[in-house]
C-alpha cells in the first residue's frame, strides 16, 4: 500500500521526525560565494591548474600539516599515483586491509601489484599485529586505510615498516581532519590520500583527490605524474596520465575546507550524543576509539545484533542508515582472482554482518539524534 493509501501511515509518519543520511543540499544551501569565486575564475580563462589549484594545495598542505599537497581528479587516483611514484608495480604486493573500500584493492591491482589482505580490529583499521607476518620477500608497501574517520595505529605500525624495509602509502580517504597524537592521517607515511568525493565530508561538486608528501622527490613526480608527465609544454620527462584537479572544484574544495573544523566539531558532538545513548546495551556496540585519536565520523558504525531487522525498524521510523560494507571486499567476485575465501579474515566478516551506520551528519539536530537513540532502544527493550 502506499503512503496515499494507507492513511494509518501517512498518521505515523506526520508526528515522527525524519533523519535523512543526505545532507548535501543543506551543505550547499548558500552557493553564491563560491559561485562568486567561479563567476571571477570564468573571467581568467586559468581553467586547468593554475591559481587555483595551487593556493588550494597551500591550504591544504597547511591544514593536515604536511611540506607538499597536490590536488589530482579523484581518491582512487590519489593512491594509484602515489603507488607509481614509490616505484610499486609488477611482482609487487601490497598489504592492506580487508574491510576498505573497493577503490583501496584497484589503485594496488591497476598499477600491476598484487593486493595481500589482513585482517582489522576493533577500530575497524588494519590489525597492526597480523601485519608482520603477512611480509615476505615481494612486499613492496603496506596501504593502511583510516576507515570511518578513525585513524590505524601508526605509532606500531611504522616501526614494522621501517624494520622489514617496506613503504607505508596511506589511504586517508575517509579520514580528513582525523589524526593520532596531534599528527593527522595521511602525514605518516611515505604519502596520504583524500578524496573529495560528495559521500566524504569534505566534498566538492565531483570527483576529486589529494595527495600529501614531505618528500620533495615524490611532489616532483607527483606533478608529472598528474599531468602526461610534462616538465613544460614541450617536454616531456616520463608517461604519467591526466589526472588534474579541476580548477572549478579547487576552488569548491578550498571553500569546504575552511568549514572542516565546525563540520568535524558537529560530527563529534553527534557522536557523543550517540555514545552516551547507546552507553550499557548489551545488543548494541558503539565505534570504538582510541582515546589519543581525533575521529572525525564520516560514518558512525555501531555493531548490533539483529544488524538487518534493526535497519528495518530504524528505516520504518524514518531513519536513513546504511551498511558500509554488506558484502567485504575480499568476497566480491572481482576478486575471487586472489584466492580468499569466507573465514579467512574473520573480525571483516563480524563488522560486515553486523555494522550500521547511523546518520552523524553536521545537519542533524538534537532531536533528531535523540530520536535514532529512542528508535534504536525501542527495538531492543521490545
Ligand atoms: C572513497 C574512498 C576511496 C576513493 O575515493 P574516490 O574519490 O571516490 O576515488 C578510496 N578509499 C576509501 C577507503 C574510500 O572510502
Known sequence: ???????????????EISVPYAY?????????????????????????????VAEF????????????????????DALRLSLLAAGVGKGDEVITAANTFVA???????????????????????????????????????MPIHLTGNVADMDRLLPIAQQNGVLIIEDACQ???????????????????????????????????????DDPEIDRKLRLLRNHGLA??????????????????????????????????????????YDAGLAGMREVRSPSCDPNVCHTYVTYQILAEDRDDLLAHCRAHGIDVKIHYPIPVYRQQALQQFGYKL????????????????????YLTRAQVDHVVATIREYFDA
Not at 503512503?3 to 509518519?13: G, Q, R
Not at 591550504?59 to 599537497?69: E, H, K, M, S
Not at 588534474?244 to 573544523?261: K, M, P
Not at 554482518?353 to 553536521?362: A, E, M, N, Y
Open 343 to 362: 573465514g579467512d579474515f574473520p573480525v571483516t566478516d563480524l563488522q560486515a554482518r553486523s555494522t550500521l551506520s547511523l546518520p552523524v551528519h553536521q
Open 57 to 76: 594545495e597551500r591550504t591544504w598542505a597547511n591544514f593536515v600539516g604536511a611540506r607538499y599537497a597536490i590536488g589530482v581528479n579523484s581518491g582512487t
Open 104 to 142: 583501496t584493492v584497484s589503485a594496488i591491482h591497476d598499477v600491476g601489484a598484487r593486493p595481500v589482505f589482513v585482517d582489522v580490529d576493533a577500530s575497524f583499521c588494519l590489525d597492526v599485529d597480523l601485519v608482520a607476518s603477512a611480509i615476505n620477500e615481494r612486499t613492496k608497501a603496506i
Open 24 to 52: 548535501l543540499p543543506a551543505q550547499f544551501a548558500d552557493p553564491e560565494p563560491i559561485l562568486n569565486e567561479i563567476r571571477a575564475l570564468v573571467a581568467t580563462g586559468d581553467f586547468t591548474l593554475g591559481k587555483a
Open 1 to 15: 500500500m502506499s503512503e496515499i493509501s494507507d492513511p494509518m501511515k501517512v498518521l505515523k509518519k506526520a508526528h
Open 232 to 273: 613544460d609544454r614541450d617536454t616531456v620527462v616520463l608517461l604519467g596520465c591526466n589526472s588534474r584537479l579541476d580548477s572549478l572544484q579547487a576552488i569548491v574544495a578550498r571553500s569546504t575546507l575552511g568549514h572542516a573544523a565546525s563540520i568535524i566539531e558537529h560530527r563529534q558532538a553527534n557522536a557523543a550524543v
Open 175 to 213: 579520514a580528513v581532519g582525523s589524526s593520532r597524537n596531534g599528527k593527522h592521517a595521511g602525514t605518516w607515511g611515505l604519502t596520504g590520500a583524500y578524496s573529495l568525493h560528495p559521500l566524504k565530508f569534505v566534498n566538492i561538486w565531483g570527483d576529486g583527490g589529494v595527495i600529501v608528501t
